[in-house]
């Protein structure tokens, strides 16, 4: 290394050490910090461990892995690492398919490697001519990219690396960001300002970020991207912009990333011309392979469509009395010669049917299964409502055995709190993953249907609501980027704790010092079930504000029926609850069997879910011994004191990590506390109207009337009007 940069380095090592530098850091970074291994003793074991690298191959991919590796290589071991052509008798990393290099040809891995399929890896210590070298191994060239990240975080999370044995594949195959993004740069339930998508700029300019959001996706697995609402606007499919998708695509390739797009359906009037966006007219079929056929002569790898249809206003094939089946396979057909899919959701529900509108999608779904194409999915919210603090999983999952089902979780935090609450998200998409359906017994978690193995599906994905924008940090929030990081890991393994991932997002976002680690994880890993407390405890769903959906407004009683609050929380003099037993809207019927006669049953229903499933007196007596409506008001408190708690606690963070992502925190906290605090208050008021009874001795009382809350607009909250 030249002289110069020696002195850099170690000046550098030097203030890092003795914490002379105050450093501040904006958040850009996310997980990819690659900052200096802090353990010094740690250091100089992974400096013997790694005196250089071999990567074989030349493709786009192993090019890309090979920038990363010396990147991360640089910067956690605090000097540049060299990349050598030969094995002397070094501690090295080989990396590379058997296909392209002969050493590791010689190694045998096949058996192993059969494992791995298209996209996994293996990482292993091996003995090569008398030194310990470490070998990443794949199929393909993805594979070896995975696998170069998964290596960089065993040194990120300051993993013993001296015998690796790791065989690495992810459970699901397309592993999706749906981004809510509009042509204009609004996002919707977007929080951390406007789309990454600079469509104005596009395909002249592509600046460093696009690179750096492929980079970062491809480091959790992600291999698929969105790029528009679901509220779909069809002139994306036209040339102007499918030039400008086709740049985004070719920055997203070498990371193993495909571009799809949303298909509004009915694009064959609004840009083709057509009369008719009916699904079985052979003008409007043809329209759209021709269409398709031009998307690919573009973007050769063009995923495919996710689509919205007959939903919220959306146009769908009900339009021309055909059905969701019809209109998803007129696309699947368009797309199979390319090996494209859709995604078509089920998010379907209509005002004017007097159903539950919990059970609208299944009623609409289930009498379709067999009817998709194989290159079909259907796209399920994890809950029946929609993206609720706490909902059943949706009983979609275990009910559509003969079609392909992936679900749809919202990393964006439309009804967590936005970009201001800290809520870590992990442990909800954990509980919907390992509810179990029951659907071939005992044992037939989500997860299982997710992944393929219950029913055996040719295709599997998971798809993610994105929390991005383009605020420095991409999320907003710091601890946003966390929900974005545990959606990747859970789409590559559905079965993965939310602990193991806090675990790991802390390290190597913050620091690796566990007096720092354990603190951070408690407060994510209670940062949930708080929320749910302080908005909406024992079941409750749908209260919030009509339009903005980030306060309470358990009051609105307005509007489109399915829309407003009343209709979920039917409060009343005599209690409170959704009855959806057998002798209410009878939606625990689309269960199966024991799920089914749990939540019918006010004895053994979890009271986590009693209100979403029972109308109960507010003199029904909990578990706890409490009335119901004790229980409500101490739930309200409890999760106000809990973010108070989280503030103390976090207040011990300061000197663990940078000032400006500390202090941002803490601001943000206070805010969370504020507004917790509104929703406490809120609803306790309003719920207090039907029960007439008082608030239990001991608790705090509400700061204002409830006309106050009724009236309060937000003046500082980002994305909110
Ligand atoms: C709702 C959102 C709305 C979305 C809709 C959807 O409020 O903005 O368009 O979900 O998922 O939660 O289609």
């Known amino acids: 290394m030249h002289l110069f940069r020696k002195i850099v380095f170690s000046v550098i090592l030097f203030l890092a050490f003795f914490n002379v530098i105050a450093f501040s850091e904006s958040g850009y970074r996310l997980w990819l910090r690659y900052d200096i291994i802090s353990d010094p003793v740690l250091l100089q074991k992974y400096r013997n461990s790694i005196r250089g690298y071999i990567y074989s191959g030349n493709s786009q991919i192993i090019n890309v892995a090979k920038k990363e590796i010396m990147k991360g290589l640089s910067g956690l071991l605090g000097s540049e690492i060299p990349e050598i052509s030969k094995i002397k008798n070094e501690s090295i990393i080989l990396a590379g398919t058997p296909a392209d290099s002969k050493i590791i040809l010689s190694l045998k891995l096949a058996e192993d490697l059969k494992t791995t399929g298209e996209e996994g890896f293996i990482i292993r210590t091996v003995k090569y001519r008398k ?158 392979k021709k269409k398709i056929d031009e998307i690919y002569s573009y973007i050769p790898d063009f995923g495919g469509f996710t689509v919205k249809a007959n939903s919220e206003g959306q146009p769908g094939p009900q339009n021309y009395n055909r059905s969701h089946a019809d209109g998803a396979n007129m696309l699947a057909d368009a797309l199979a010669p390319h090996g494209g899919i859709v995604m078509w959701r089920a998010f379907v529900y209509d005002n004017n049917i007097p159903e539950d509108r919990a059970k609208q999608a299944y009623n609409e779904f289930v009498p379709l299964n067999g009817k998709f194409r ?98 420095e940090n991409w999320t907003g929030h710091p601890f946003g980027q966390a929900n974005w990081y545990a959606f990747g890991r859970l789409a590559w393994n559905p079965y993965e704790k939310s602990e193991t991932i806090a675990d790991e997002w802390i390290r190597m976002t913050f620091s690796n010092d566990s007096d720092c680690i354990e603190p951070i994880k408690k407060i994510m890993m209670q940062s949930r079930e708080n929320c749910v407390n302080y908005m909406t405890p024992l079941g409750l769903h749908h209260i919030m504000y009509a339009g903005h959906h980030y306060g309470p407004g358990p009051w609105v009683n307005r509007g489109r029926r399915d829309w407003t609050s009343v209709y979920y929380h039917k409060a009343d003099s005599n209690g409170i609850g959704f009855d959806r037993t057998t002798a209410g809207s009878d939606a625990v019927s689309q269960y199966f069997s024991p799920v089914k006669d749990i939540f019918n049953n006010v004895e053994t229903c979890p009271e986590n879910l009693l209100l979403w499933f029972h109308h109960l007196p507010w003199d029904f007596k909990m578990k706890s011994g409490k009335t119901l409506w004790e229980e409500i008001c101490i739930k309200y408190h409890q999760g106000v004191n809990a973010v108070r708690q989280m503030r103390k606690d976090w207040d011990l963070m300061k000197g663990c990590i940078d000032s400006q992502r500390f202090e941002q925190v803490r601001e943000l906290m206070a805010k969370q506390e504020r507004d917790a605090t509104i929703w406490r208050d809120a609803c306790i008021l309003y719920f207090q109207t039907f029960s007439r009874r008082p608030i239990p001795a001991g608790l705090e009382k509400p700061l204002h009337p409830l006309d106050y809350y009724i009236n309060h607009k937000y003046s500082d909250i980002p994305g909110i009007k």
């Open 374 to 471: 194989n290159n079909v999915l259907i796209q399920v919210k994890n809950g029946p409502v929609d993206f609720q603090p706490r909902e059943p999983f949706h009983p979609l999952f275990g009910a559509m055995p003969e079609t392909n089902v992936m679900p749809e979780f919202q990393i964006t935090q439309e009804y967590l709190g936005a970009s201001v609450h800290l809520v870590y998200l992990a442990p909800l998409f954990e509980e919907c993953l390992k509810s179990d359906t029951y659907a071939k017994g005992n044992g037939s978690l989500v997860a299982s249907v997710i992944d393929g193995s219950l029913f055996g599906n040719n295709i599997t994905a998971m798809a993610g609501v994105a929390n991005t924008g383009n605020v």
């Open 131 to 288: 030194t310990k070298i470490i070998v990443i191994s794949a199929n393909t060239d993805k594979g070896i990219l995975y696998g170069t990240f998964f290596f960089l975080r065993l040194l990120q999370t300051h993993t013993d690396i001296s015998n690796l044995n790791i065989i690495e594949a992810p459970k699901v195959k397309v592993r999706i960001l749906n981004h809510w993004d509009n042509l204009n740069r609004t996002v919707e339930r977007g929080y951390a300002g406007l789309s990454l998508w600079d469509w104005d700029t596009l395909p002249d300019s592509l600046p460093e970020r696009y690179t750096d959001y492929a980079r970062t996706n491809a480091s959790i697995g992600i291999n698929g991207t969105v790029l528009t609402n679901v509220n779909a606007n069809a002139r994306v499919l036209t040339l102007e912009y499918l030039k400008k998708v086709a740049a985004l695509a070719n920055v997203f390739r070498p990371y193993g990333i495909k571009v799809y797009l949303t298909a509004r359906f009915s694009a064959p009037i609004e840009i083709g011309k057509l009369k008719s966006a009916d699904p079985l007219d052979p003008e409007v079929i043809n329209w759209w």
